[in-house]
């Protein structure tokens, strides 16, 4: 559930809950080999965001609160038994804050900052050569950017900053380093479009001896209207996982095809490929994932 609410013609509020239960990703770093099925999860989450315009000038604090709560996931015999996961079950609060500065109607300018503080429910299996401890932490991301609107050309956001996570048990390194993130949309021409998209963000991780991962990725997609009910798209991605703590480096390369065919103004099929492959540094981690996923959607 989300909504907005116009308090005056320069401040507005927008704010959002909601609760979703989720598998994880097959080839997720967390989930043991040996899981019989992929990992299930829980996540309840709500933000609220005031902006406020003084004439070219924006301000806009928020606040943003998660909960996930990770299941037990049983593992395939000879091993048996399940993993507990207890102790990926967390708390994450952000609070963050962003100036902007319109330079232009089409051009603005912006500097933003976040604190993050996040709390584990329980004490880590293994950290730091067999100690135990939470993996309690708290970090900023400071960035500085443009967002733009160029109308029929292009739109999009860009930033770049430092990030730094700090761990509250001495057994775990911190983590820091250059971050960025932005997505932009090229209107090619009126029936193709192109989007470019791409973050480094430091992200959690629960595997014995490693803090958490810089997470460096890339997107680039094209959307097509072959006809006025026919829509076509393929993308390509790509990710750099780089551990803390521990000597581990994944690299995950995708690419995907999809097309749509508006059956009516309420109805659509849409058929889509994606390729998945990681290559990693760490034992028996390389995958190679292949899916197909064919929907029929409404709408009102």
């Keep these: 559930v989300d909504g907005r609410v116009d ?51 924006s301000l806009r604090p928020g606040f943003e609160y998660t909960d996930t709560d990770y299941e037990d996931v049983p593992l395939l015999p000879p091993a048996g038994g399940a993993v ?28 933003e900052g976040r604190y993050r503080e996040i709390k584990y429910d329980n004490f880590d299996d293994n950290l730091g050569g067999g100690g135990v401890a939470r993996r309690d ?50 209107f090619a021409t009126e029936l193709t479009t192109v989007n470019l998209s791409g973050a480094r963000s430091v992200e959690e991780t629960t595997i014995n001896n490693a803090a958490g991962y810089l997470s460096t990725s890339v997107a680039l997609g094209v959307d097509h209207e072959l006809r006025r009910n026919i829509l076509v798209g393929a993308d390509a991605n790509y990710t750099n996982s780089a551990y803390e703590g521990i000597n581990r480096d994944d690299d995950v390369i995708g690419f995907g095809v999809d097309g749509t065919y508006l059956l009516n103004r309420n109805f659509s099929v849409s058929l889509e490929y994606d390729f998945e492959s990681r290559e990693s540094n760490a034992a028996a981690s390389d995958y190679d994932t292949n899916s197909v996923l064919l929907s029929l959607r409404a709408a009102l």
């Design 137 to 186: 932490s708290e970090g900023y991301d400071a960035l500085v950017g443009t967002s733009f609107d160029l109308g029929a050309l292009a739109r999009g956001e860009v930033a770049v900053g430092y990030t730094e996570q700090e761990y509250d048990s001495a057994l775990i390194p911190d983590v820091d380093g250059f971050i960025y993130e932005g997505s932009v949309e090229w």
């Design 7 to 57: 308090v005056t013609r320069d401040t507005f509020a927008t704010a959002a809950v909601g609760y979703s239960v989720q598998r994880e990703d097959r080839g997720s770093p967390d989930l043991p080999s040996a899981a019989a099925e992929p990992g299930e999860f829980e996540e309840f989450f709500a933000n609220v965001f005031l902006t406020h315009r003084f004439n070219r000038l």
């Design 84 to 111: 507990n996961n207890d102790d990926r079950d967390r708390d994450e609060i952000v609070g963050s804050l962003r100036a902007s500065y319109e330079v232009s109607p089409a051009f603005s300018v912006f500097g």
